[in-house]
DNA sequence: TAGTTTTCTTATCATAGGTCAATTTTTAAC
DNA sequence: GTTAAAAATTGACCTATGATAAGAAAACTA
């Protein structure tokens, strides 16, 4: 929880009364490498921020194949926003990929925060604009860059914990197969 | 300018002296067909609100080739967001698609707006998560979906506008070359 | 409306990346 | 450590989409 917390202060002046309210919403966790927090068809409540570890959201489609949406490490937050956002049930699965700590919120309650502390809705607006930019780079680069490009860009953007990702989910995050992964790393060995 | 006044009533109270600062900092323009609003590097100081006609986001990579980020119809904001957030220069161009009317903002002075109508900030960030929602989908699309059925969602969710839209633009927004297009589309008609 | 330019289509060929199946390597479990 | 399971690699082949070029059809322009 401190990592919050000190991740929220490089920002905003935390009330102490604010801080307060996070402590109590919040729900500290300890996942198991293979724990899956969301799965799809399940109305989603909860959002997580990682304290530790590696988690990734993925969907999977008609022929069984599934697309990594996003791999969260230490200080990012992970949910199905989109099932939060519109109410309705998952599309997503969110699992551990290795054993890590969480924090867990319900989603509403963790909202209340921009009523109560109304502080907090500049600086998640500022959340969301860099979250938006991200967002609009990643399609930018699906557009414009071949595979092997994507995972240079993927290697310099995630070298930190590029390591503990299996190829193939990396391979779904980058929307090729492990197989195609697999000769792209060949050829950048030759290098 | 009566468009975004209302759009934003649906939503929110706003008061007359907001109003009265939407008005001063606003400024309405017509533009014609293939007007260019931004360059690429070139400073991003403007924010555009689209009230009739159409606008689109682009960029162009090594190749020559153009990559279509967004077409943006009435009631749509568009700019360089990335170049705005980064405060560099523009990696993208904005240009005019048919014979538009748009509001034109200072990107710095609209901002303005959450800091002297503090009301502003949670409709602000609804609209963000919104647009956050909305990218992850079209991120999921790209890596599951074949060209043929990101065009089939393209002409759902973009019935109004898709007869005032070039092809070869329609093509560099799916992420295809207007030759694959052409073809995808004599196979529909097949059907 | 004739002429010019832009866009769309069509055909042929090329290629990045997908598929399937077999093998090796790594990781996990006992 | 040994074994079993999971992941990564490799090879042969396939397919969707790209590249290039040429002609047809639209869309502007004068």
Redesign the pocket.
Known sequence: MENLINKIKERLHLSSEAEAFLYSISNEKELV??DVVIRPGQVVKKTYFVISGCLRSYCIDT?G?EHTLLFAIKDWWISDYMAIHSEDISTLTIECLTDSKVIEFNAKELDEIHTRFPEFESYQRQNLERHVVNLQMRILNQLQL???ERYDLFLEKYSDIEKQI??????SFL????????????ERAKK
């Open positions: 490498k293979g022929n194949k071949s595979a092997a299996r190829n193939f989910h990396v391979a929307g090729i197969t492990q197989e195609s992964l697999s000769r792209i790393r060949v």
